[in-house]
């Protein structure tokens, strides 16, 4: 961990605004490179941290590859020239590709969820909703950093000290996955450790939710 871990993220861009989901474009590339198991996320492994994901922020699409899959991201995607969806060849007007390193410090910092976070199971919202207002923060917040945790365990980060949230403000909107309702949650939050960026938490983190974003610089897509 000494040097980070790589993180590769490959912003597409269209000559016009096409209305393609993150879940098309998981659909396309899935297909596209069937013998690499990460950019479908069905395997014997499915149930470890997604290290591709697809994300759609500031109404541009992108991939993010952590780890070893950065390189398959910037190899797949260099030459990438346009996806085709159930109903149209969308041609790729660029793509630009992005690698950065990621260190895990104590760097307290504000985010957001860019999309709805799905922080509730089934038997965690009949709870959930049981509960009083004022004890539903401290139950988010339990769930938060077990989902950082999650997160930094799946890019193979181990922190020595405890990680703290407190989030600031929330709010639930129903969101529907694989035909299932579920109650997804925009939140902001500070956090005691720097997180990376445009990754998701939470569940479904590969058709692009639970994705977060720094709130103190707006972080955007450029």
Known sequence: MADGVKICHAILNFDSDYL??????RGF?????TNISEFHHHSENSYHYPLIQYKKVDKKLLVVGIGDYAE???QKMSGLEHITTE???IPLNSIEIKTTMFEVKVNPQRYKFASPW???NEKNYAKFKELKENEKKP???KILVGNILSLLKGMGIFVEHTISVSIVKFSTRQVTTHQNKFAGIFAEFDCNTELPEFLGLGKSVTKGLGVITRVSQDAELK
Not at 20 to 25: E, F, G, S
Not at 29 to 33: P, V
Request: proline fraction near 4%; hydrophobic fraction near 60%; aromatic fraction near 14%.
């Open 139 to 141: 139950f988010l917040e």
């Open 118 to 120: 799905l922080a509730l």
């Open 87 to 89: 109903t149209q060849k």
């Open 29 to 33: 590339l899935g297909h596209l490179f």
């Open 20 to 25: 393609v989901t993150p879940v098309k474009l």
């Open 72 to 74: 398959v991201i910037f």
